[in-house]
């Protein structure tokens, strides 16, 4: 990982009542649990409810497990814009399954990307990293650009579950519009300026133009990889889950969105 700040370090446990399980217990019973925890109280549960957060609505939530240990999460990840900050948590369930845990670690100057912005949110690019055992999930997040010469910026962001959810902006296009019915546009290409930069001397840096093909790459050669691979992510609006709380359906849907994760693989 290259030199960083923490930014943001939070590291929640959240207890509930429910059956304790052996080590190594099934997913299905981790979707159970997950289904009886989803609004147990603002500190038990995991949907964010309407009285805790005024945006409730555009909250997203996905079941996956990321760093493939076995123990799945709840991933969540909160639409930007309007004024309104994009969020991110993947809370992972402990060992026992009494506890979910989650922590952001924010690399260099990385901000909090709004991973909804963007169609990679559903099939993000993975990279397994061998060395350190690490996976790489590779998102684009989009941002609308009103002050300066240019019309949006789409940001190469990798999500890494390493304990904490890593977030490192790899690389970033900057996109001028010709005109606004034309599909001619001039782009240019950047590392972050934060990576020239001494980890806590409160400097942002320069960013450093490259080339397209850098650009294209950078992923490889940030992970030391020669590929990826689309991982498909099934995310549920903050509106369908609350439908959905205290129904036998929700398991369900949970059990799908995890199916999805895997990429319709058997888990039983």
Known sequence: MTKGKVFTSMVASVAFAATAYAANHAPSEQIQVL?????SGQEGGWFVRPEHDANWNRWFYAVTDLDHDGRLEIFKAKRGGDGVAPELRCEELNDNCDARTWGLFLVGGSDVPDIMSGESSA???????????????????SKEEA??????????????????????ELAFM????ESPYSDMATRKFFLPGWLKVEAESGETGTPEEID?????DIELARFGVESGQETPISWHRAE?????IG????????ENSY??????GHYY
Request: net charge negative; hydrophobic share 40%; charged share 20%.
């Open 35 to 39: 289904a009886q925890t989803v609004n």
């Open 123 to 141: 099939t993000p690019m993975m990279y397994y990293e061998q060395a350190s055992n690490d996976y790489h999930y590779v998102f684009v997040s």
């Open 147 to 168: 002050w300066d010469d240019w019309d949006f910026t789409d940001t190469k962001v990798a999500l890494t579950l390493h304990g904490d959810l890593t977030v490192e």
């Open 174 to 177: 900057k996109v001028k519009m």
């Open 212 to 216: 397209l093909q850098r650009y294209a």
């Open 240 to 244: 369908e889950i609350q439908e959905l």
């Open 247 to 254: 129904l036998a359906k929700l398991p369900l849907v949970l």
């Open 259 to 264: 199916k999805t994760f895997l990429n319709g």
